[in-house]
């Protein structure tokens, strides 16, 4: 034992280099140095690992109790008095401002961003058994969501790629959520039938695709095509008739490419009478651009739309 503190190396029980070997010894001992020090950095190491990855699971535990104490505590009371404001108005329509309590996007949001989105799913869940319908999730829950994230994008309190991601489990959550939406009409009308696509390289696309997800659920056919080109799109209305088409946009700078946009389709269209809604937040700041724009009308969100593209085909003949 005690040449292994001296730093020579066994060679067998009770046995060690030396004596005669002595010219040798040195080299052994300073081997044995290296390969302790070595291995002594490769367990601190280890250990050093181990101590991070306790303190990220203790965090994340953190950060669950710390949800999980605000879902129990206050989300759900405030879904509660929710529920009971809904049953006490009449039935929801497209202008009304939303009952949903600005505390449950904080709670998504945070779920979101920590990447759980089993446990995204979870709360929705929990929103839903307390009375709030599917379409209000989608419009008021997700919608919302989607808007905080650009919100903190624009200060600095999100980076971009961090707000890309938190934007693909948004649309995850969303095509999970649709599963529970579909079928309420199992047979469509045969002029249910719109176009919905945004300009090329137009990155907010989210509003567009809850507001397919209402109309689909709503009996409509329904040709999604965001980022499509104007020669792509005009194609697809000149083989297949169309009774609306919805575009939306986000950016004043593009009013101009929109109105040629919607001028090729309306001249491309198999329908010869169809409609156009325009839609983003542009519109929803300012509906007289729908006019000048070449639209029929403008829509504030996807209970909207669906408001306004009913109104617009009773008047096609």
């Known amino acids: 034992m005690g040449s292994e503190l001296n730093g020579e190396i066994p060679l067998a029980a009770g046995r060690t280099r030396s004596g005669s070997a002595g010219r ?3 080299m052994y001992r300073n081997a ?32 669950r109790a710390t949800l999980e104490h605000t879902i129990e505590n206050e989300a759900i009371p405030r879904l509660l008095k929710a529920r009971q404001d809904l049953e006490h108005a009449s039935t929801q329509s497209w202008d009304e401002e939303s009952t949903i309590d600005p505390k449950i996007i904080e709670i998504l949001v945070k779920l979101i961003r920590t990447k759980d989105i089993s446990a995204a799913l979870s709360f929705i869940e929990e929103i839903q058994q307390n ?27 999100m980076d971009f790629v961090e707000v890309t991601l938190c934007t693909w489990r948004l649309h995850e959550i ?25 300009l090329p390289d137009e990155h907010h696309s989210f509003g567009l695709a809850v507001t397919e997800a209402m109309f689909r659920r709503n009996g409509w056919h329904v040709w999604s095509w965001p980022g499509a080109s104007t020669l792509e799109l005009a194609r697809l209305v000149k083989n297949e008739w169309i009774a609306i088409i919805g575009l939306s946009l986000s950016a004043t700078d593009r009013l101009d490419e929109l109105g040629s946009t919607i001028h090729a389709l309306r001249k491309a269209s198999q329908n010869r009478v169809v409609s156009v809604v325009v839609g983003g937040p542009i519109f929803t700041k300012n509906p ?9 009308a403008a829509a504030i969100n996807g209970r909207h739309a669906i408001h306004q593209a009913h ?3 009773v008047r096609q003949p």
Request: glycine share 6%; charged share 30%.
């Open 24 to 26: 040798s010894a040195g």
């Open 32 to 63: 044995s140095k290296a390969q302790f020090d070595e291995f002594a950095f490769r367990n601190r190491s280890r250990a050093d690992d181990a101590q991070i990855e306790a303190e990220r699971t203790r965090q994340r535990d953190l950060t």
């Open 131 to 157: 009375g709030v319908t599917i379409e209000t999730v989608w419009l008021d829950v997700l919608g919302p969501c989607a808007a905080r994230f650009g919100e903190m994008w624009e200060m600095d309190e």
């Open 174 to 198: 969303l095509r999970s959520t649709t599963a529970l939406g579909v079928d309420i009409m199992e047979t469509r009308a045969p002029k249910l039938r719109i176009l919905m696509a945004t």
């Open 288 to 296: 007289e651009y729908a006019a000048q724009v070449g639209a029929n």
């Open 311 to 313: 109104n617009l085909l």
